[in-house]
C-alpha cells in the first residue's frame, strides 16, 4: 500500500503524494581478489548457474600462469578454482562461460591460445572440475576468439573467433562458427572486412533465432560493423560505425525489450571516449550517449538490461578515480553513474555485469584490488526509507515540487483536479533520478486546484 499525505497549498492548490518501497544509495561490496594462484586478471562477465554460484574465467594465474576457470558464492569468500590451463587444453580464456542445456552442470567456454596449433579451443568444463578440449582452431575454420559463446534454439553453441577464416588467411578477419555439445563443428562463414572485420563480442541470439553480433573493425568506414547470422550463416551488416556515432565496438549488442539492439564502443563519439548506441533491426542507428570521460570512458563490455528495464554497463576507464566505473542508462539516454572504481575496490572493469537471483550486479576488475591483480565485486542496491515530498510551491501558473529519491530509480509524478475522479494522469510517466533530490515544474492551467502524487516504478 501506499503512504499518502495530503498537503494544503495557496490559492486552493492542493498536493496528493503516495510512494511505495525505495532503494537507497548503491552500495560496492568487493567479493574477492585474485592473487595469482587462484588466477589473475579476470576480463569476461560472470554467469550465475542454476546452483546459485558464480563462474568464471581469468586470462592469467593458476599453476602456469595460463588460466583459470573460477567459482565463487555471491555472499563473497574463497576463489575456488575449478581448473587450470596448461597450453595443451587452452590458454588464456578471454571470454565467460555458459550452460548446457536441460540443467547439466556443464559449462561451455573458448580460450585465446593453447590447442594444437596454439590458435585457441572451445571447451566444456563441470562443476566438479573436469576439462575437456572439443575443438583445436587451425587458421582457416577460425583462430584466436576473444569472445565466448551463445546457445541457439537447437541447443547448439553458437560463436566468433578474432582471426582466422578463409579471407586473406594468415591472419584472416574471423569466422562465425556452430559447434555441438559434443564438439561437432561447423564454420558458418568468414568475415571479409567490407562486412566486418575482428569479431569481439559474443553473439547474441534474438528474437526469431537469428544472431546478433559486432566486429572490432571493417564495414564501411572501417571502424567496425554490427550484424545478423542465421544459424545457416547467411550475414548480413545492419550498421557500420564511422567515428561521430562511435568507433570499435568490443562488446557485444543485446536485444532490448522493445526489439531493439543496445551496445557499446570503446571509441568514438563527440569526445573519442566510447558511446552507448541503439540500433533497430532494419539499420537505424542512434547514438544514446558520448562518454566524456567524468563519466566513464573506453566501455569495453556491452550492456545488460535489468530487471527494472533500464541498462546496465561499465566503463574500462574514466569516473572520479579514472579507473572506470558501472553505470545505469534508460532507453532515452539518460546516463547514472553508480560506481567509480578506485585502486582498491578494483580498477579497469573490462568486464560487463550479471544481474544476480538477488537482483545484485556481480562483475569482475582486470585490475586493482587487495594483490593489483584484480577483483570480484557486487553493486547492490538496499532497501530505505520511503520518500517524502521536501518542498511544494506555486510560482506564477507554475506548480514546483521537491522529494527525496534515490539515485538510479525511477518515478512517476500524477495528478487530478478532483479527489472523486478514479483516474489519475500522467505528469511525467517515468524519471529516473539522477541525484537524492528531484525537482519537477509543471504549468498547472487553469484549475482552481490539482492533486498530486509521486509513485515508484518497479
Given amino acids: 500500500m501506499s503512504t499518502i499525505r495530503c498537503v494544503k497549498l495557496l490559492l486552493s492548490f492542493a498536493l496528493l503524494f503516495g510512494v511505495v518501497g525505495v532503494r537507497a544509495s548503491v552500495v560496492l561490496t568487493t567479493l574477492a581478489s585474485f592473487g595469482g594462484t587462484n588466477g589473475a586478471n579476470p576480463e569476461a562477465n560472470l554467469f550465475q548457474a542454476a546452483d546459485g554460484f ?13 588460466g583459470t576457470v573460477f567459482r565463487i558464492s555471491p555472499a563473497g569468500g574463497p576463489v575456488v578454482s575449478l ?4 597450453g595443451t587444453n587452452g590458454a588464456f580464456p578471454k571470454a565467460g562461460l555458459v550452460q548446457q542445456a536441460g540443467g547439466d552442470f556443464s559449462f561451455f567456454g573458448t580460450t585465446y591460445a593453447g590447442g594444437v596449433s596454439n590458435l585457441g579451443t572451445v571447451f566444456r568444463i563441470t562443476t566438479n572440475g573436469t576439462l575437456s578440449s572439443l575443438i583445436s582452431f587451425r587458421g582457416t575454420n577460425g583462430a584466436n576468439p576473444q569472445a565466448g559463446l551463445a546457445r541457439g534454439d537447437d541447443d547448439h553453441f553458437y560463436g566468433a573467433t578474432y582471426y582466422g577464416g578463409t579471407n586473406d588467411w594468415p591472419l584472416g578477419y574471423g569466422v562465425v562458427f556452430q559447434i555441438t555439445t559434443n564438439g561437432g563443428f561447423t564454420p558458418l562463414t568468414s568475415l571479409a572486412n567490407t562486412n566486418g572485420a575482428y569479431p ?3 553473439l547474441f541470439r534474438g528474437a526469431g533465432g537469428n544472431f546478433y553480433g559486432t566486429s572490432l573493425l571493417g564495414g564501411a568506414d572501417g571502424l567496425g560493423t554490427v550484424f545478423k547470422i542465421s544459424n545457416a550463416g547467411l550475414l548480413l551488416t545492419i550498421a557500420s560505425f564511422h567515428s561521430t556515432n562511435g568507433a570499435l565496438p568490443r562488446g557485444g549488442v543485446i536485444q532490448g525489450l522493445d526489439g531493439h539492439l543496445y ?3 570503446s571509441s568514438g563519439g563527440t569526445s573519442n571516449l566510447g558511446t552507448v548506441f541503439r540500433v533497430t533491426t532494419n539499420g537505424n542507428l542512434t547514438t544514446l550517449i558520448s562518454f566524456t570521460g567524468n563519466n566513464g570512458a573506453s566501455p569495453f563490455a556491452g550492456l545488460i538490461q535489468g530487471n527494472d528495464g533500464h541498462f546496465y554497463g561499465t566503463t574500462a576507464q574514466g569516473g572520479t578515480n579514472a579507473f572506470g566505473t558501472v553505470f ?5 539516454g539518460l546516463l547514472t553513474t553508480l560506481i567509480a572504481f578506485d585502486s582498491n575496490s578494483g580498477r579497469n572493469p573490462y568486464a560487463g555485469l550479471v544481474q544476480g537471483l538477488d537482483g545484485s550486479l556481480y562483475g569482475t576488475t582486470v585490475n586493482g584490488g587487495a594483490h593489483g591483480l584484480g577483483t570480484v565485486y557486487r553493486v547492490s542496491f538496499p532497501a530505505a526509507s520511503l520518500p517524502i515530498v521536501q518542498t511544494i510551491s506555486q510560482t506564477a501558473n507554475s506548480a514546483v515540487l521537491t522529494w527525496n529519491a534515490t539515485v538510479s530509480r525511477s518515478y512517476c509524478v500524477q495528478y487530478k483536479t478532483n479527489l472523486n475522479d478514479l483516474t489519475w494522469l ?11 533530490t528531484m525537482t519537477l515544474l509543471q504549468n498547472i492551467g487553469p484549475e482552481p486546484q490539482r492533486f498530486y502524487r509521486v509513485g515508484l516504478l518497479p
Avoid: C
Avoid at 563462474?55 to 593458476?62: E, F, L, V
Avoid at 581448473?83 to 596448461?86: G, L, R
Fill in 328 to 332: 545505469q542508462i534508460t532507453t532515452n
Fill in 263 to 265: 551496445g557499446t564502443t
Fill in 426 to 436: 500522467d505528469w511525467i510517466s517515468s524519471l529516473t533520478a539522477t541525484n537524492t
Fill in 83 to 86: 581448473a587450470f590451463f596448461s
Fill in 54 to 66: 558464480l563462474y568464471g574465467t581469468t586470462p592469467g594465474g593458476g599453476n602456469s600462469n595460463l
Fill in 200 to 202: 569481439y563480442g559474443a
